[in-house]
């Protein structure tokens, strides 16, 4: 990767998780300082970021778009949209490889105890279901919508995954799963818009970063 390629994934990463304020400024010149490159892609990194609309320039800097709650409801309704459609391609398309991948993460996500590991894990699933329903364009948009997601409602590692059981989550994983082996495109969707409301009922119950 490029300079500027590590610049954009360190900070997209930083907005993602709840690592910035909802105020800060990001400087091209203090960020060049820390990461030891130039200016250069620093700056080109962050014209990407605000490209995603994670961040808006100021005459200071950048600073994170925060979107109102409305905003961020919205996005978390195209994203089900998108996701549920992902999961109905998923039971058509998915091949013996992304069957065994899903399970495998499935059954990983049971094993592990640290918190930090399960949530990755738990986003490595919904990875597998979109790589499975081998649509590109839906998998580029639901990467740009979980930015978006993250930054507005960002997930904050205080001792618990969700404000919800994580075996709740985990059982509904499971049957999305059992759709897509089924090769059942109805249920797949239909599990998969039930398991997402949830969702985003736990992390609205986690609170915004900002409103307006």
């Known amino acids: 990767m490029s300079a500027r390629d590590d610049v954009y994934e360190i900070i997209r990463t930083r907005l993602t998780t709840g690592f910035y304020d909802a105020d800060v400024t990001l400087i091209p010149g203090t960020l060049s300082t820390e990461f030891e490159v130039s200016r250069t892609p620093v700056r080109e990194a962050l014209g990407l970021l605000e490209r995603d609309g994670l961040l808006r320039s100021t005459s200071r800097g950048f600073v994170p778009w925060v979107r109102s709650e409305e905003e961020v409801l919205e996005i978390f309704e195209v994203r089900a949209i998108l996701d549920s459609s992902a999961a109905a391609a998923a039971a058509e398309r998915r ?31 919904h990875d597998a279901v979109r790589s499975a329903a081998h649509n590109t ?8 919508l979980d930015a978006h997601v993250k930054l507005g409602a960002p997930w904050k590692p205080d ?10 989550r985990l059982d509904e ?27 985003q009922q736990a992390r609205i119950r986690q609170g915004f970063t900002g409103r307006r």
């Open 173 to 199: 994983h499971e049957a999305v799963v059992a759709a897509i082996a089924d090769r059942n495109p109805d249920l797949a969707h239909k599990l998969m818009r039930e398991h997402l409301a949830h969702d």
């Open 137 to 144: 364009t839906i998998s580029t948009l639901l990467h740009r």
């Open 159 to 168: 001792g618990s995954v969700e404000s919800r059981p994580v075996t709740e």
């Open 95 to 125: 091949t013996e490889a992304d069957l065994l991948r899903l399970q495998d993460v499935s059954t990983r996500c049971r094993e592990i105890t640290d918190v930090t590991e399960l949530r990755r894990l738990l986003n490595d699933w």
